[in-house]
């Protein structure tokens, strides 16, 4: 098995894993859910997503040739006026995804050993891609964290539910 190629494809199966992990949150959330906030500072889903977009295009778009801490981005307002609706932030989730997707396209044998900056500072691509991959799962983390808080009893699992390990393990060994 040639190295690069699957990690390559490794790295983006999980990177979909955890983008359909926030999807499926936010199936169960409703308008007025994802605006919610425990405290007044505190980051409600839409907020929290406004920062992943916003660190998505900033580190994935021209990912090759321009530092991933892009002069346009404004990290601060990431934080404040959160997407005003559900449509308006699942547009930009997709868009923020398939600019990291699109970039993950241009890796090749031929370039996974050049050097990539995030804030002036080299980067392998390995490293660049697996210090995204730790950022945006703690994120969407602290979305189903959310998601979960929100909705209770009626939170749908996104795993194994409590208690449903051992039928679980049956059912994946194929044993009674």
């Known amino acids: 098995m040639d190295y690069i190629p699957h990690f390559l494809e490794t790295t983006r199966k999980e990177f979909e894993r955890f983008k359909t992990m926030g999807e499926r949150t936010f199936e169960q959330l409703s308008e007025q859910e994802i605006h919610f906030t425990y405290a007044p500072d505190d980051l409600s889903v839409a907020l929290i997503v ?57 890796i090749n044998q031929n370039n996974m050993d050049k050097q990539v900056f995030i ?45 449903e390990s051992e039928a679980f393990n049956k059912k994946m060994f194929n044993t009674n």
């Open 50 to 106: 406004k920062h992943m977009v916003g660190n998505m295009l900033s580190r994935w778009t021209n990912f090759l040739t321009e530092d991933g801490e892009k002069d346009w981005r404004n990290r601060e307002t990431e934080f404040e006026a959160p997407y005003s609706t559900k449509a308006e932030m699942l547009a930009a989730w997709e868009t923020g995804w398939s600019c990291l997707f699109n970039a993950m396209e241009s």
């Open 119 to 163: 804030r002036g500072q080299a980067h392998t691509i390995t490293q660049a891609l697996l210090r995204q991959l730790a950022h945006y799962p703690s994120h969407i983390g602290q979305i189903m964290y959310l998601g979960k808080s929100i909705k209770g009893a009626q939170w749908q699992s996104l795993s194994i539910p409590k208690g």
